[in-house]
């Protein structure tokens, strides 16, 4: 079975360029998770969606940032303008819903450069 | 991962001894946990869960165990082999919400 599927793998560009990850989730898992990985502040949550809408975006850090779910199949993450401080990758996770105490399956990562 | 830095535990243990990676959770009504591997260039990897009804669950090679009365989550790692070097994250939930909270990770390390 196909698992979390990000795109791209690796991504480096100039600061002040606009930056956009993809997430493709588990089919039939309708909670969506974006979260940030860096070595000073571990791994956090930034967004997370429940059947395509927003539930809770208090982790993501600037109006800099958005997050979209136009359909269950499909999420963004953009950064614009972005800055080297975002440096870092980022995973996104699905899931069943927590009221079935089930776990969230991670993707392999975009590893954003900003320079 | 990028979980590498200087403040992450480390254990290292030799090829064929069993491992035991421990995690303090914080919120006592937490009522689910996970226990997820990382490995280097990936994504945290499931690698088994255990919900507060119960104190213990075993996996393959695997076993969690869950002492809520100090809120302590452990994994025990049976016959540690190479590909088992990563770094192990717990997550806690409770049932009203979808947010996972984690821990800050060890580094288990595998030597011959």
């Known amino acids: 079975d196909a698992g979390v599927i990000q795109s791209p793998r690796h991504e480096v560009t100039e600061m002040g360029q606009e930056v956009t990850l993809r997430c493709k989730p588990i089919?039939?898992?309708?909670?969506l998770f974006w979260y940030r990985q860096t070595m000073m502040r571990g791994l956090e949550l930034l967004i997370y969606?429940?059947?395509?809408?927003?539930?809770?975006d208090s982790g993501m850090p600037e109006d800099r940032f958005s997050a979209k779910m136009p359909n269950a199949s499909f999420s963004t993450l953009k950064i614009q303008p972005s800055e080297p401080r975002d440096s870092a990758v980022y995973f996104c996770a699905s899931s069943t819903p927590a009221t079935s105490n089930q776990p969230q399956h991670f993707g392999d990562g975009t590893r954003l450069s900003i320079l | 991962g990028e979980n590498v830095g200087l403040h992450l535990p480390t254990l290292s243990v030799q090829e064929g001894d069993n491992s035991i990676i421990n995690c303090a959770y914080s919120?006592?009504?937490?009522?689910?946990f996970i226990w997820y591997k990382q490995e280097s260039g990936k994504g945290p990897q499931f690698i088994i869960d255990i919900r507060s009804n119960m104190d213990k669950r075993q996996g393959q090679r695997v076993t969690v165990l869950l002492n809520k009365t100090v809120k302590h989550l452990s994994l025990q790692i049976a016959a540690t082999q190479p590909g088992d070097s990563a770094v192990y994250f717990c997550?806690?939930?409770?049932?009203?919400?979808?947010?996972?909270?984690f821990g800050t990770g060890t580094r288990l390390q595998v030597f011959p």
């Open positions: 089919s039939g898992h309708n909670s």
């Open positions: 969606f429940n059947n395509n809408v927003p539930i809770d």
């Open positions: 997550a806690e939930n409770t049932h009203d919400t979808d947010k996972l909270i």
């Open positions: 919120n006592s009504a937490s009522d689910y």
